[in-house]
């Protein structure tokens, strides 16, 4: 089988890394992927978003299976295009059409949908420019903080947290003005839920599903969750406060009536969907849906499945997941990301790295590098994922720092305090 992996950060040589350990024949490709991805893979120099080049390529090289890894060409139905296509008849896709991309795709769909199948959420209401003095009569109601939510796709940039009710109305007015572009001309405002957050995930093949390991990722980038949001600067699998009993949770009163959601409307949802979980004393909320894997999820996640991830992504193609095993490990993954200095600002690019070739008790997952004349140089404002494994998180933590303080690139930086939040959680 030659199967297509779609983007270029370490939750797609993740992918790749994990697929390349399959017991099955199977030839690895990504578009356009990174010097990690080219280590076990065929690196193709195309934009997930160029439909028609993807198209050719699929074509070329005989693609069997498309692994979808970002939200965007799924929002923009890279799945309809291939389905749709009589020339691509046969190819299957793991990631959802754009009607069950939406749960990403649009907020304000997401929340309706909860609202719908009974899921647990925050109490929200959606409003447009045209509906602004009835926003803002909402907000006067709501308590502090207040959380403003652009509809639309926004990078992981389009949510305002606001204490101050006046500066909520000016954030509010900047949304509907263009802030985040047209994703903003509609505008989620939910209450502001206490509690501490994780992430569940699922693969579904539209009648069944299997649960993937959970996770928990640190999105701001300084210690003690201070500064900007980033894409994510390093997460943790188990994540200790997720009890059996929590997690029962999560099964019974989010996934199940997620996934017969989607069948009761419709939505023949084929894929991953990541759960956004806020644990208010002991209940899990639904924060978000995504309808891809999270990075940096995933490069703690995968690590920990222990069973052929082809043979789930087989399950979802011939709908038979019901029939596939899940094995995951007890051992702990943990990931710290390495960035550019500046991130998630300005930062500067073609920095040589170095190191790499020292590392041996964590693996790699390159996130933003290319090669320069033979040498591998920083491309991006996450430039690569250190994961390691442990018996415990400590013991997983302690190699990852390690292999990192082996690496260096000019201005890299990173967070000390992965995991750290977790330790009293642990029993
Ligand atoms: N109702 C809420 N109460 C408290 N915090 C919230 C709430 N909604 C969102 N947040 C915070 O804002 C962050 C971003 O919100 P959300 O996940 O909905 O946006 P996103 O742009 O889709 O992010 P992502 O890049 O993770 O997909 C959450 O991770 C959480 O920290
Ligand atoms: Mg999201």
Redesign the pocket.
């Known amino acids: 089988m030659n199967i297509l992996i779609l983007g270029s950060g370490a939750r797609e040589h993740a992918i790749a890394w994990k697929l390349a350990q399959s017991s099955r024949p199977l030839k690895l490709f990504v578009a356009p992927g990174n010097p990690g991805t080219a280590e076990t893979a065929v690196n193709l120099p195309v934009d997930p978003l160029d439909f028609e080049r993807v198209r050719e390529v699929i074509i070329a090289n005989s693609i069997g299976m498309v692994v979808v890894g970002p939200e965007a060409p799924l929002a923009e139905g890279i799945a309809d295009f291939i389905m749709g296509d009589p020339a691509l008849s046969g190819v299957e896709v793991i990631g959802p059409c754009r009607d069950g991309a939406m749960l990403e795709g649009s ?1 304000d769909f997401a929340k309706g949908f909860m609202k719908r199948h009974g899921i647990p959420a ?1 109490a929200y209401e959606t409003f447009t420019q045209d509906t602004l003095d009835d926003a803002v009569t909402f907000i006067r109601r709501m308590k502090p903080p207040y ?1 403003l ?1 652009a509809d639309g796709l ?1 990078a ?4 305002l ?1 606001i204490n101050d009710f006046d500066e909520a109305v000016t954030g509010l007015k900047a949304m509907f003005g263009g802030k985040f572009g047209a994703a903003g001309s509609k505008v989620v405002i ?4 206490q509690g501490i ?1 994780m992430s569940a995930f699922v693969i579904t093949d539209g009648i069944s599903y299997r649960i993937l390991p959970e996770a928990k990722d640190y ?1 701001r980038i300084g210690e003690g969750d201070t500064g900007k949001n980033t894409g994510g600067m390093g997460a943790v699998s188990p994540v200790p406060f997720a009890s059996s009993s929590f997690l029962e949770k999560v099964e019974e009163r989010i996934i199940k009536p997620t996934i017969e959601g989607l069948k009761r409307e419709g939505i023949d949802y084929r894929g991953f969907i990541f759960f ?1 979980l ?1 644990n208010v004393r002991g209940d899990p909320y639904v ?2 849906y ?1 309808a891809r894997l999270g990075d940096p999820e995933t490069e703690v996640i995968i690590p920990r499945i222990a069973s052929d991830l082809y043979d789930l992504l087989e399950g979802v193609a011939h709908r038979d997941l019901a029939s596939r095993e899940i094995k995951i490990v007890t051992d702990t993954a943990v990931t710290v990301m390495m960035v550019s200095g500046g991130y998630p600002d300005s930062y500067g690019k073609g920095f040589p790295v170095s190191g790499v070739e020292n590392v041996a008790e964590s693996i790699i997952f390159h996130a933003g590098t290319t090669m320069k004349d033979g040498r591998l140089v920083t491309s991006g404002g996450r430039v690569m994922a250190v994961t390691s494994m442990g018996s415990t998180m400590q013991e997983a933590l302690d190699k990852s720092y390690s292999s990192v303080r082996k690496i260096s690139f000019n201005g890299m930086s990173y967070r000390r305090d992965i995991g750290a939040d977790l330790k009293n959680h642990i029993i």
């Open positions: 907020k925050a959380v939510k926004a992981g940039k389009g949510v947290i939910e209450e502001y839920l957050e999105k956004g806020m924060i978000e995504n």
